[in-house]
């Protein structure tokens, strides 16, 4: 079998095998890129207007989501501009009626709850579906599972869709490129859709050339889909690559998962800012606010998320310090940027993926994107329907 034959073949079965699942995120990420602004449209009542006073403290907020219902136990809360949202689950066997509390951000109001999990509560729910679609089928972590596997295939074909746009060499040149033409002028014809030629041509080459353009963006989102959902993987490539360091990688899970820590929220914080006060000094980050707080009970620590001069996204922020739940030791103090090289391009990656950088402009790509990626998927499909009809047919 020829080379390029059988890379041939690879793409085409394996985005047969990806149609269905690119189609789900392409779409559901479109929506994602507006996930803030759709989601205040839907639920105004859970969203206050963005000011410049100081955030709510974090610990105050979890310990409230905790003295509000004793049936639940907060697992994090995130700081935002507009709204913290404290995570909760139950603390035995039964189903809590909820898993969000939502708060104003600076004065700790409650402003609603929701069971984010389940479309069949009302609308309210309808983001934090897509958000769950969009990451793991709604399927929790077999969907993860899955997508993860799909996102790795996804990146290798990448390649492998590069790879095949590019101009025939030897016999395969010969019987079906015209002599004559050079190189560079037989590579920009992938690049290009001629919409006058037969519905066929049309969507063959906007399979081609809409695959060329958008190249560099589908990479970033399928490596950066590993990232998520297949974090092995993607973790062993980046610590083999340069300096990686992540809680989550870097320390063993415990015998049993933690319960309860002797070490409260509220203590928890306070360590952090000790270290975060220390980096200010020794190195000269600047520390904007609390962006997330939460803990990690399979491994035994908590995790205190700011935004520093260190981080590049346009929300929130992943300069963090790590904090043992049992002694109160700081493990790790991470900055977004500028520390470890694997930190920073997993920074970046993540930045782009969720467009939380270069405002709405940005936005509006990443839209575009997800639907340029079903859009590949509808016309990879159709491709080898036509095939697949003319190979059946006996009359050719």
Known sequence: MKIRHFWVLAHRYTGLALTAFLIVVGLSGSMLAFFKELDTAINPGFFVSAQSGKPVDPANLLETAENLDSAVR??????????????????????????????????????????????????????????????????????????????????????????????????????HNPPGKSYRRRWQAAWLVKWSASGTRINYDLHRAGGLWFWPMLLIFAWSSVYMNLSGVYDKLMKSLGEYHQPWTDFPDLPQPLQQGRIGWRQAREIAESALNRLSLEQGIIVHGPSGFWINRAKGFYVYD????????????????????????????????????????????????????????????????????????LTGLLIWLKKRRRHRSPLS
């Open 74 to 175: 907060a697992d994090a809360a995130w700081i935002g501009d507009t709204a913290a949202i404290v995570t909760v689950s139950p603390r035995s066997a039964a189903p809590a009626a909820y898993d969000q509390l939502i708060f104003n951000p600076y004065n700790g109001e409650l402003l609603g709850r929701r069971s984010s999990t389940d479309l069949s509560h009302g609308i309210d729910n309808l983001m934090p579906f897509i958000y769950r679609l969009h990451y793991a089928l709604a399927l929790d972590e077999l969907g993860g599972w899955i997508l993860g596997v799909s996102a790795l295939l996804w990146t290798l074909d990448c390649f492998v869709g590069f790879y095949l746009t590019l101009p025939a060499t030897g016999s395969h040149r010969a019987a």
């Open 306 to 377: 700011v935004r520093s001069s260190a981080d590049i996204q346009e929300r929130g922020g992943n300069t963090r310090v790590v904090v043992d739940a049992e002694n109160g030791s700081v493990k790790q103090v991470l900055l977004a940027t500028g520390q470890y090289s694997g930190n920073t391009i997993t920074s970046w990656l993540l930045a782009l993926h969720t467009a939380n950088i270069w405002g709405m402009p940005y936005k509006i790509l990443v839209c575009l994107l997800g639907m340029a990626i079903t859009m590949l998927s």
